[in-house]
């Protein structure tokens, strides 16, 4: 066996991720990785263009991609007459996906119909579970049956208002890791945009609530970037904590994600204005890309020193990027990864954030423990005992 060649085993450990044997060898039945040479023994034998290449499968991988989509994407060339012929591929995939999303959406919601039911409703809940297993839905009448069932179900709504806690507690994934402040403000979130899938996406460094807390307890600077979003912060609790409340672009004019996006570029007093702006600042963006990205250029020349930055701003190229770019940052940041995002769940952010120092001053939930877990809502005095 050469020198140079490793084993599957070589392989995998060299490349890391998490990649097992049996991984490579299903990435050679769907043609990702070329067939290997073989040794005297017949023992698969890999070179450094391998390591190579499985590294690229993986990252593509971790981004996002099917391997599917990966073969083609490390099949074609790049400035070649076939990459406008695998745009067309993917496009056409991505629509395909987007139609799954779609179907699985209208899965969702029709569990979400069944489980997402407070206390009150839960009675004809149970009674609805056990008919529809026992409706003939091959026929008219027991479709009809069907709708009978779902009526009765909504028939519920009309007698209470609905308890959002209650409904929530049977749909949000386990937040247990997270800290009480962390799983209000992923609570509140969600209930802004009415899509429980949003939770997996919020992120947060490890010192955002404790920092954001001690500059709102100290009457920090807030910076939204449009007035769309200063409008929806809650300006009187600001006010109550001694922050003053600025828009970063005060045109009253620009509301629309597009609109402050030109704005932003086409005027430098905005940009020049992002460099006046206060040390221990909060940032809420929840609507230019540019911004953000403009915000973590003058973190990294250390022009400015913000406390937090809420990054939410919509876009579907610049501000996933912008995003990933802020979390790399020695800053206070949270995050919606990916392309979701907008001045309600940002304004909403800052919202459940200042709540929480008005109305639990002394909570210290968000500390961490030896082990790494949270203090579950113990005050300091407890803590200290």
Not at 25 to 47: A, E, I, K, V
């Amino acid at each position: 066996m050469k020198t140079d060649c490793l084993t599957i085993k070589e392989l995998t450990e060299a490349v890391g991720d998490g990649i097992t044997p049996r991984m490579v060898r299903h990435y050679h039945q769907l043609g990702l990785l070329p067939q290997p040479m073989r040794s005297r023994s017949n023992y698969r034998l890999y070179t450094q263009k391998d390591v190579i290449r499985l590294q690229r499968i993986v990252a593509l991988k971790q981004q996002g991609f099917q391997l599917n989509h990966i073969r083609q994407i490390l099949e074609v060339e790049p400035q070649t007459d076939t990459t406008a012929s695998l745009m067309a591929q993917l496009q056409q995939q991505y629509q395909t996906v987007m139609q799954q999303i779609s179907q699985l959406r209208q899965t969702a919601s029709a569990l979400e119909g069944l489980l997402g039911r407070d206390r009150d409703c839960q009675i004809m809940q149970a009674e609805v579970l056990a008919q529809l297993k026992l409706i003939e839905v091959e026929t008219k009448a027991g479709l009809g049956e069907l709708e009978k069932l779902w009526s009765g179900l909504d028939a519920q709504i009309h007698a209470h208002p609905e308890d959002f806690h209650e409904s929530l507690q049977c749909l949000l994934p386990d937040l247990s890791k997270h800290s009480a402040i962390e799983r209000d403000l992923i609570s509140q979130l969600v209930l802004a945009c009415g899509d429980v899938s949003l939770a997996s996406f919020v992120r947060f460094s490890s010192e955002a609530i404790a920092t954001s807390r001690q500059a709102l307890k100290s009457g920090c600077q807030v910076i939204a970037d449009i007035p769309t979003v200063a409008a929806a912060l809650d300006q009187t609790r600001l006010v109550h904590l001694g922050c003053h409340l600025e828009t970063l672009i005060d045109n009253p004019h620009v509301t629309t994600p597009a609109e402050a996006e030109q704005a932003f570029w086409q005027d430098r007093q905005w940009q020049e204005r992002l460099q006046k702006v206060t040390k221990d600042c909060i940032f809420v963006v929840g609507y230019a890309p540019s911004i953000l990205l403009s915000i973590c250029e003058a973190i990294e020349q250390q022009r400015i020193q913000p406390a937090l930055v809420i990054g939410m701003p919509i876009g579907f190229s610049h501000a996933p990027a912008a995003k990933r770019q802020l979390m790399q940052k020695n800053v206070a940041w949270i995050v919606i990864q990916g392309t979701l995002g907008g001045g309600l769940l940002a304004a909403t952010t800052l919202n459940v954030l200042v709540a929480s120092v008005i109305e639990k001053p002394d909570c210290h939930c968000y500390l961490k423990q030896k082990d790494g877990s949270c203090y579950n809502g113990l005050n300091l005095r407890n803590i200290k005992k």
